[in-house]
């Protein structure tokens, strides 16, 4: 059994179409990359740790205050 830490990301997968690359979390649509970004996130997947730096360049990354804003209410 495949077990995932705590706030690891996890769910994204990318596909190369053309001159973009799409980014999609769970199934739908995250983001698409073109130009620059793209190609700068092909070549960052080939080092990094790939749900790691889709979930950072979709914005979908824990931030570590969600639960101290929580409080604060």
Known sequence: ML?????????????VRGDRVEIRHDGRLAATLRGSA???????????????LMARVTGNYKRGNERNESRRI
Do not use: C, I, N, Y
């Open 3 to 15: 077990e995932v830490m705590a706030g690891t990301p996890s769910g994204f997968v990318f596909a």
């Open 38 to 52: 793209a190609s700068k996130f092909l070549d960052d997947v080939e080092r990094r740790d790939p749900q790691q």
